[in-house]
């Protein structure tokens, strides 16, 4: 059997394409640069590639977070308004409709402009041809780590939903590649985790907001390639050698308005959806445990009893009951930490959700949330999904629980770094 | 414009661009009442930038066309960066209007990077509009 080396397919290919091109393309003697080739020398640069990939992601959430504001600000502003049309919330139905429905559903709600933002700025990305070239020019880093090229279209893929993105992995060859890039793949920052980031940074962070927000996700890039090597070094099943990643990159053009809108609209149709299911669900059933034992306060209601209990757990790391019992719930859909934290502090009578988030956070433990967010566990639609691409509960339970562990030495590393450097300041 | 020209020209925008990146790093740790911001990431974002610009300039001087691809991408990443810091302010004004923040002052909101995009409008347009000529 002749084992035929994918580069050396692939070279040969290319040369028989370049022969059959000079011999039948006549009077074209010298090859003038065309656009696509005067933007790929340097998007494509071995030096400037990965900064200008970094550069354009940051401002991607730049537009995302400053840009999207005022709009969530003026929906804020009538969801405000419509939980207040009742009244002092003194009775268990109008205290439903302003803090449950009002104060959780609808707080999440606002958030659906960061994400119709990003995503419009994703899908010019994606529309204009870059988005392979940033897939290509990290194959080059990450291949030199031992990792495979192919693994980071999943990933970025990973930025929008992590579910489709572990589907997408089926494209990966090798078994042990795939099985890498499944486990990897919930460290990348879902859309759904970026309404946690705009609440706490935009309570917290000011102007860096959007870089701390940016922060988040290259952070989930870092640990994503840090895991994956070390899986494949310690992992004796998953060690080897990556197989070759050869991609046809497409060409560039000026994005497509209508496209790039209905990107954006699929995007936001989707999060609609969720918010009216699973997000409604969960607001009902957070308010119901906020709100009862009814007229004991927040405290001492089921909530308040079950956050008591957990809090132990992450009280190290400087997170209250209340953080404990959002984290608890943000299992199911990770908005739904945003919609917990909207109904504690609207039921305990918080009137601005961001000062409250202010007067529980300092910004090295919103920092340290943050991170704990978006690696503690993917949603519980992923776990299933990995469990259903991998075939394996032991694969599974051993991507839930190598997570949770590195979420608590993650935020623990922020927690302790970050309280020295404002003790040395 | 030859390409003597286009070097002349991106070496400028890109000395200038580098400037504003290391100003609004270093007002990161010193603080400064200047109108440059302090903004780490903004400031590494323009060094990238001021880099892919001055990258090129070695061929545009010695007369090859590939030294345009750096000034073509430069002008890009710069158009990106104006467009993005010009739609901040606009939202910036949004939210002065509605009344969630105490002012709005155009020359805070009048990033170096926004000027910096219109003075290399005249070049991105150039390049744009020029076709691919080997004997340039």
């Given at each position: ?395 599974t339970g051993f991507m839930v629980l190598y997570q949770l562990v590195l979420a608590y030495v993650v935020a623990g590393i922020i927690v302790v770094v970050g309280n020295f450097i404002?003790?040395?300041? | ?136």
């Amino acid at each position: 059997m002749v084992d035929v080396n994918a580069d050396t397919f692939a070279e040969a290919r290319y040369k028989a394409i370049d022969h059959i091109l000079h011999t039948s393309l006549a009077g074209r003697g010298h090859h003038a640069l065309t656009t696509s080739d005067m933007l790929d020398r340097v998007f494509l640069h071995k030096r400037l590639g990965i900064p200008v990939f970094l550069s354009l992601m940051w401002a991607t959430f730049q537009f995302a977070f400053a840009v999207s504001e005022p709009f969530m600000v003026m929906l804020e502003s009538v969801f405000g308004w419509l939980g207040g049309l009742f009244g002092e919330p003194l009775t268990p139905l109008i205290s439903l409709w302003a803090d449950g429905i009002c104060g959780g559903l609808g707080f999440v709600l606002v958030f659906i402009f960061p994400i119709m933002f990003l995503f419009i700025a994703l899908a010019i990305l994606e529309d204009s041809g870059y988005l392979p070239r940033a897939a290509f020019v990290m194959d080059r880093l990450m291949y030199r780590l031992g990792l495979h090229g192919r693994s980071f279209i999943p990933m970025l893929m990973g930025f929008g939903c992590n579910l489709p993105a572990i589907m997408a992995t089926r494209s990966i060859d090798g078994e042990r590649d795939r099985l890498i890039t499944i486990l990897i793949n919930p460290l990348m920052s879902c859309g759904a985790r970026l309404p946690v980031y705009v609440l706490i940074a935009g309570a917290l962070f000011g102007a860096y907001a959007g870089s701390a927000i940016f922060s988040m996700y290259v952070l989930g890039i870092v640990l994503a390639i840090i895991m994956a090597l070390l899986f494949r070094k310690f992992i004796p099943s998953l060690r080897g050698k990556p197989a070759p990643f050869i991609m046809e990159l497409p060409p560039y053009h000026r994005p497509d308005v209508k496209s790039v809108l209905l990107y954006m609209w699929s995007r936001a149709v989707i999060f609609l959806k969720k918010a009216g299911t699973i997000l409604l669900g969960g607001a009902l059933v957070l308010w119901f445990m906020a709100s009862f034992p009814w007229g004991r306060g927040v405290e001492s209601s089921y909530v308040g009893m079950l956050g008591h209990i957990l809090e132990p757990l992450v009280s190290p790391l400087g997170f209250d009951w209340m953080a404990a019992i959002a984290l608890f719930f943000g299992f199911l859909a990770k908005e739904i930490v945003v919609e917990t934290l909207g109904i504690l502090y609207g039921v305990g009578g918080s009137g601005a959700i961001t000062g409250a988030v202010a007067t529980h956070m300092t910004p090295v433990t919103g920092l340290a949330f943050m991170a704990f967010t978006l690696i503690y566990l993917p949603c519980l639609a992923t776990v299933g999904i990995v469990k259903a691409e991998t075939g394996s509960w032991k694969w599974t339970g051993f991507m839930v629980l190598y997570q949770l562990v590195l979420a608590y030495v993650v935020a623990g590393i922020i927690v302790v770094v970050g309280n020295f450097i404002i003790g040395v300041l | 414009m030859d390409f003597k020209n286009i070097g002349l020209y991106t070496a400028l925008i890109g000395a200038i661009t580098a400037i504003v990146g290391i100003f609004e790093i270093l007002f990161v740790f010193t603080g400064s009442e200047l109108w440059i911001p302090a903004d780490l990431f903004g400031g590494l974002a323009l060094l990238v930038i001021a880099a892919v610009y001055l990258s090129g300039i070695g061929e545009l001087f010695t007369k090859k066309e590939e030294g345009l691809s750096f000034a073509l991408t430069g002008t890009i990443l710069t158009m990106v960066f104006g467009i993005l810091y010009t739609l901040m302010a606009g939202a910036d004004w949004l939210m002065y209007t509605l009344g969630e923040a105490d002012e709005f002052l155009i020359i805070s909101e009048l990033r170096p990077e926004i000027l910096i995009s219109i003075a290399a409008l005249p070049l991105t347009i150039y390049l744009f509009k020029r076709k691919s000529s080997p004997t340039e």
